[in-house]
């Protein structure tokens, strides 16, 4: 693989830590700040919120100004985030603390694209190894976010997660440092072209392939995300675990995420993007029914290791199959729209987590996502059966 794809593995694994920080205390310090117990999960919707918002400006900016400048200011924004974060735990302010997330969240948008600066500095047939090495940092990151969460940051203590804040703005500045020496543009295949080229975007989006990897990545986003958000809550609150069984399973749940980028970029070359979709769409329903069959410790646990298996397999193979559907004059305005539904769902998947466990509990909360993987599952069968001949044989 070439310099560049481990330099952004690399910072992966650093700038990455804001999402599994966030996710595993967002729900817990929102419990402690907010006003009432529904908006506990609201910091971890909100880092998912700034993501979305942060999205097509971030795509519009790389276009102009290369992805270099655009990936050191994301750096910036998650350093921003975890002082901001701090400050939120030194006034126990819960305002400053969803703002803290939704700056942290514009910092994610930025990580979400390195996966295509990596594809874009191979060549075409190693670009789902690409994509997958750079994930794998998020195997790191999924160790790292968690155990920075907890360094001082007991919730009786007179600031809880001040210093777990301070924390993550360090690992910020340590992925722009690498970021800042290690990543060369001129080593980027794809040059840059004209913005606005290429087909019009209706064109583009009436072929069934971009669907079919829209929705692998998008819906199967939205379930992880939903799944996850809910289940420290559930774990502590709901189940009687204690925080140190919380951590455990989400620190292993985000490294069932990423571990099997090891292998995910070989499997789309060996077996194929539709059955490496249907294996993730297997995992997703294994999840649901061990998470609604019990709350013991390892129900958790074998449920969530599976959910992150199921996202890792959907969302490589979709995150492959994508630029098969547009040419390089199109990326930023797909890749964009692309990120758009993928964070957009997810938004909307972690804000109404908190809601729908409060309301209907952890067995419903689960059994809510089958028709989402139905939904994904049509949409596969209409881009093979409707789909043009060279995109199916491509894949």
């Not at 735990?89 to 930025?110: D, E, I, K, Q, R």
């Not at 290429?198 to 079919?212: K, Y």
């Not at 799944?227 to 490294?255: C, N, Y």
Request: some cysteine; glycine content about 12%.
């Amino acid at each position: 693989m070439p310099f560049n794809v481990w330099v952004l593995a690399a910072a992966q694994a650093l700038a990455m830590c804001t999402a599994p920080f966030i996710v595993f205390i967002g729900s817990i310090q929102g419990r402690l700040l907010a006003p009432a117990p529904e908006y506990a999960t609201l910091p971890v919707g909100l880092v998912v919120l700034g993501t979305v918002l942060a999205i097509k400006p971030a795509t519009w900016l790389m276009e102009r100004l290369g992805r270099k400048r655009v990936m050191l200011l994301g750096a910036c924004m998650g350093t921003l985030a975890g002082c901001l974060g701090a400050w939120a735990s030194w006034l126990g302010y819960f305002p400053l603390l969803c703002l803290a997330a939704v700056v942290g969240g514009t910092g994610l948008a930025v990580v979400h694209q390195y996966r295509f600066a990596a594809m874009e500095s191979v060549s075409d047939n190693m670009a789902g190894s690409a994509a997958a090495r750079v994930l794998l940092g998020g195997l790191f990151a999924a160790w790292l976010g968690p155990e920075i969460a907890m360094l001082g940051s007991g919730t009786e203590a007179a600031f809880p997660f001040f210093t777990s804040w301070l924390g993550l703005a360090g690992v910020q500045i340590a992925a722009l440092v690498i970021l800042g020496l290690g990543y060369r543009a001129k080593a980027e295949r794809v040059r840059e072209v004209h913005a606005g080229g290429g087909r019009p975007l209706r064109e583009i989006l009436a072929n069934p392939l971009i669907w079919a990897a829209i929705s692998a990545a998008a819906i199967g986003y939205a379930v992880m995300s939903f799944v996850m958000t809910a289940t420290p809550l559930s774990m502590t609150e709901m189940a009687g675990h204690d925080l140190d069984d919380a951590k455990r399973v989400i620190q292993l749940h985000i490294m069932a995420m990423y571990l099997p980028s090891l292998i995910s970029g070989w499997l789309t070359r060996v077996i194929g993007i539709p059955l490496m979709m249907a294996a993730g769409l297997l995992a997703y329903l294994g999840c649901v029914v061990l998470a609604a069959s019990g709350v013991s410790f390892h129900h958790y646990l074998l449920a969530l290791l599976l959910l992150g298996v199921g996202w890792n397999f959907l969302f490589v193979g979709g995150t492959t199959l994508l630029p098969r559907g547009y040419t390089d004059a199109e990326r930023f305005r797909v890749q964009g729209l692309n990120d758009i539904f993928v964070f957009g769902f997810q938004a909307s998947a972690a804000l109404s987590a908190g809601v729908i466990l409060s309301w209907l509990g952890w067995a419903a909360l689960v059994t809510i996502v089958v028709p989402f993987l139905v939904i994904h599952g049509v949409l596969m069968v209409l881009w093979l059966t409707r789909g043009d001949a060279e995109a199916r044989g491509a894949a």
